[in-house]
Nanobody, 121 residues
Framework: QVQLVESGGGLVQAGGSLRLSCAAS????????MGWFRRAPGKEREFVAA????????TYADSVKGRFTISRDNALNTVYLQMNSLKPEDTAVYYC??????????????WGQGTQVTVSS
């Protein structure tokens, strides 16, 4: 089992910044990657960013490239999402996901409870 606790959400004006944190605990030694997803009101959950635990290689959704940065702290088992130049369309509940390696061909995903980010215009 892996437990994820997110923090850092809140209300910010357009153009502002926020940093989200996701602390993982439990059986984290086989983490393949960790990432962030978001769900805006009335929309499907969408991928935001992810980072490989082994080599820190990061991937981003096109909508956040150049504005968001994902990073990790292995010692703290924590992943961060630095969000700059925020836009009203970034308003959503942000979820942390840990993808744990079960076998060479299968991962199991754990999810956090979500943290609200609201960007006012």
């Amino acid at each position: 089992q892996v437990q994820l606790v997110e923090s850092g959400g809140g209300l910010v004006q357009a153009g502002g910044s926020l940093r989200l944190s996701c602390a993982a605990s439990g059986r984290t030694f086989n983490t393949g990657n960790m990432g962030w997803f978001r769900r805006a009101p009335g929309k499907e959950r969408e991928f935001v960013a992810a980072i490989n635990w082994s080599d820190s290689r990061a991937t981003y959704a096109d909508s956040v490239k150049g504005r968001f940065t994902i990073s990790r702290d292995n010692a703290l088992n924590t992943v961060y999402l630095q969000m700059n130049s925020l836009k009203p369309e970034d308003t959503a509940v942000y979820y942390c996901r840990a993808s744990v390696i079960v076998t060479s061909s299968m991962n199991y995903d754990y999810w956090g409870q979500g943290t609200q980010v609201t960007v006012s215009s």
